[in-house]
């Protein structure tokens, strides 16, 4: 009636409803209720991919009927709660967020993949999830409007127009077809605080003391994960030239974005070191404290210490899941796994650590006592485990393999025969290390990563701590080489500069850039190795656009965390970016 809207600032909204009623933020209370909500979607499913304190994608396939367990779910909500949900069920991502805007409000609506068709066709492009008012501009200037302008365009010219990786998905989009899995587990990249808003400063000595302060808390958080840093980065915003007093009181206004790193000789998490860094790199950045609008600090190419935080099933280290909201004498909810859904591995909050050892790979000590039987969820396995090798030598991995291997693989801990295990999963590893196609053994070894997570689970759940795959070539005995593991690239780094200043970042563009850097260590070049990294850094500095110029130092904090891993597996030492000693001597092949 007024024109109030989500999102508004509050001075505009008091103009527009001037008896306008604002209600306190109750912050503890939605955390409450969140854990609450949570808890029921863990009832159904543990595959769960977080949107926020009230919004979730529950992969609810292994249910016989979906639409029933949707109604039990919203009713349960209601119940528990008294806050009402609306739900949309799809057959994929896209589906399931379409057919949730229709179930608005307070109801569920299910769209299948024909119908689909006909509300896609005139549908804003940019109400498609994921398109922002950047990329609606481009595309509004190319004169696509609605979904069906893009069903009359082939993916070869969305791909050249807009991007490969942009084409393809509003080619597949246009469609109804959405191919993203579920985020369930998240790797952690960088650690890090931010304060946008109530930046003023007189004196640089404020300054200072403020960065202090923010240091204690990033380095609070990098021991709440029980991590450490190598790279330390300031994120510094500054008031634009001319620009007028922020709108939003006390916010920071128009701005300039400027940033700057450093690498410390040895991973970090102490406040006082992350201090020190920054209030270096901010003096160089020479900005006088009157200007300062906002102020990050941020500590990426993480090293996990690989503690557990929770006893339960636990992602590795570096990982995060919603299963972490539910810790062992919580006084929230303690969600439990549905027996009406089959699932293989064991996602139940409730089982307790029973030991305290962890089961390395490599090194089996035989001194693992389980204090109770592993829950009959298991069923024994009949698989022949003689047939892996011939799998991983001449077949593709695949989701079938995949479970087969993991159902023998928890029979062995089921059995609690853990030397068996130990023996099997170096059998595999082994397996794929002696592949010679490089591309079809870093698939199995992407799969094989997933394998190693799924018992981890379990052992987890039955141990305590879990089986350590962060270094799967430092410490094995391999019958090659390290550097076979890597394909020559014959990718022409001059294209690396073009990707950047014109187009946007993306995997594919990553993946060729990991490629050709990973190259350079092949060939035990980190001169040159250095000098790219430095040239990419560079161009990516230079990008006026401020947003573009932030997605592409995202990329490029993933790239060089990447390349230094596989730098420290060799030489037992990082690469720094800005400055290479030439001292690295290699400690093994």
Known sequence: ???????????????????????????????????????????????????????????????????????????KIFTETGCCASAGIGCNVLLAKLACRKAKPNGQFQLDQQEAQSI???????????????????LTAKDLHVCSDLLNMSREFLEQELGKKLGQKLYDFARGVDTRPLKIFRTRKSCGADVNWGIRFQENQEVMTFIERLAVEVSNRLHGIHAK??????????????????????????????????????CTSEARIIAEKCKSLYSELKIEADQLRGFGIHLSQLVFSGKVQVPHSTPP????????????????????????????????????????????????????VAKKPLPSMFPKSSQDPTEFSTWIQVEEPSQEKSRKMKKFLISKIREKDLESLQKYLRQIKSEIFQLEDGDRRHRWHEEFMGLTEAVNNVVLSMYGEGIDVDHYHGNHVAKKP?????????QDPTEFSTWIQVEEPSQEKSRKMKKFLISKIREKDLESLQKYLRQIKSEIFQLEDGDRRHRWHEEFMGLTEAVNNVVLSMYGEGIDVDHYHGNHVAKKP
């Open 229 to 266: 840093g190598k790279q330390i980065t300031v994120k510094v915003l500054k008031r634009a030239t001319n620009a007028p007093e922020a709108f939003k009181f006390k916010g920071h206004g128009i701005v300039d974005h400027f940033s700057k790193s450093c690498q410390v000789t040895t």
């Open 1 to 75: 009636k007024f024109g109030v809207k989500n999102g508004m600032f509050m001075a505009q909204a008091r103009e527009l409803c001037p008896n306008l009623v604002t209600a306190p933020y109750q912050f503890e209370k939605y955390e409450e209720i969140s854990k609450q909500i949570y808890g029921i979607f863990l009832e159904f499913t543990s595959k769960i991919e977080v949107g926020g304190c009230d919004e979730a994608l529950l992969d609810l396939s292994q249910v016989e009927n979906p639409r029933k367990a949707v109604e039990e779910i919203r009713s």
């Open 317 to 368: 280290a570096g990982m995060s899941s919603i299963l972490n909201y539910f810790q062992a004498g919580s006084t929230a909810i303690k969600p439990k796994i549905s027996t009406r859904i089959q699932v293989e591995i064991p996602k139940n909050p409730k089982i307790q650590n029973s030991c305290q050892e962890v089961i390395d790979i490599d090194h089996y000590h035989a001194n693992h």
């Open 482 to 490: 390290l550097p076979s593991m890597f394909p020559k690239s014959s």
């Open 120 to 138: 896609l066709e005139n549908l804003p492009i940019s109400d498609l999830p994921g398109i922002g008012r950047k990329i609606s501009r481009r």
